[in-house]
């Protein structure tokens, strides 16, 4: 009898944890992003509030890193919410909102590819759109593609191991 009370007690604590299993957390390093972290923080929010499963958070030992430096942003995804960012001041100089910036470079890393559409609406539009644009949230579309790619139902649009460069 007490093994039976164990066992669902078991069960009773192993069901919640496999459902929260399905998340994939992600853990961000943003020391050497400069005086991109606040930007980087906010970009992680809006994805956070935007796909159901795939949490990033900032940590270490990382899955992604983001760097500060004076070239264009860039990203190099490695594998599946694994890589590098580089927040370049070049593109903020020129007037491109770094939370914008942050959040379509972590898009690459969440498995996007760039779509020059022009659109402001399109996160993965990136520079294509005017420097007015400052939407940092991805479409119905880029959200879909992100959760699908974590669950394991369709492969990541964005090609690894090769430097995006939105230029």
């Not at 949490?55 to 500060?68: D, E, S, Y």
């Amino acid at each position: 009898m007490l093994s039976l009370v164990l066992g669902l007690a078991l069960l009773a604590v192993a069901t919640p944890a496999r459902a929260t299993a399905l998340v994939t957390v992600l853990r961000y390093d943003s020391s050497r992003a400069a005086e991109f972290v606040s930007a980087v923080d906010q970009a992680a929010a809006i994805w956070n509030s935007s796909v159901s499963n795939v949490r990033l958070v900032k940590g270490t030992p990382a899955h992604f890193t983001v760097i500060a430096d004076n070239g264009w942003p860039r990203a190099l995804p490695t594998s599946l919410g694994r890589g590098t960012v580089w927040m370049g001041r070049e593109a903020t100089s020129q007037g491109y909102n770094p939370v914008r910036i942050a959040a379509h470079e972590i898009g690459h890393i969440l498995g996007l590819p760039d779509r020059r559409t022009g659109l402001c609406t399109d996160l993965m539009s990136g520079s294509s759109a005017p420097t007015s644009c400052t939407n940092a949230n991805p479409s119905a579309a880029e959200r879909a593609a992100v959760n699908r790619a974590f669950a394991g139902t369709a492969a990541p649009l964005v090609e690894f191991d090769r430097l995006h460069v939105d230029r």
